[in-house]
């Protein structure tokens, strides 16, 4: 009768570990392709700054190239009415040539941001940052989503394995800029 009871708590254990450590963790990220066409990624990052830093680096427009591994440009940034137009240019080893995206980013009442398509080489692309701070407003708990589709003959499921990549480096740059970011203003002060 002990041996089951050992036998039982140890299995929990085991079978309950996986799940306990991913509530720990930073990030949890999933990416997968969509029946309708198309992939979408959907995460929940911890990041250890206040929210103002997280919508400071997101919304940087300029420097958007910064916070990705992956080889784009900025060609036009126009900010009017509290919308941002962007036309960005993307290379990417997954894609032959430089892939267009044109799009409006809106930052949204309830603080989040909010990026539609609006042309380009993109059948799909539709992004959401939700921030919610955390600890006091210590730290920024962000809900994302994303949802896109590149007009190109590269199959969804390949989009979604570099795109698991490129999102989880996305994550890294934003939490160390970020962190970079803190330091400074509480040096500075």
Known sequence: MLWRVMITILVCLVLGWPALSRAAEPVVLDVRTEPTGGVKATA???????????????????????LFDVRMR?????????????????EHALLPGERRLLSETRTLPTGGLLTELK???????????????????????????????????????????????????????????ALQIQQELQSGQ
């Open 44 to 66: 929940t990052i911890l990041f250890p700054v206040e929210s103002a830093i997280i919508l400071q680096l997101l919304t940087d427009y300029a420097h958007w190239p910064d």
């Open 74 to 90: 900025m060609a036009e940034i126009r900010v009017q009415e509290g919308k941002a137009f962007t036309d960005i240019r993307i």
């Open 119 to 177: 042309g380009g080489d993109f059948k799909q692309y539709r992004r959401f940052w939700k921030l919610t701070p955390v600890d006091g407003g210590a730290h920024t708990k962000a809900e994302f989503e994303l949802l896109v589709e590149i007009d190109t003959i590269v199959p969804d499921w390949m989009v979604a394995v570099a795109m698991r990549r490129d999102m989880e480096t996305h994550f890294r740059i934003v939490r160390e800029k």
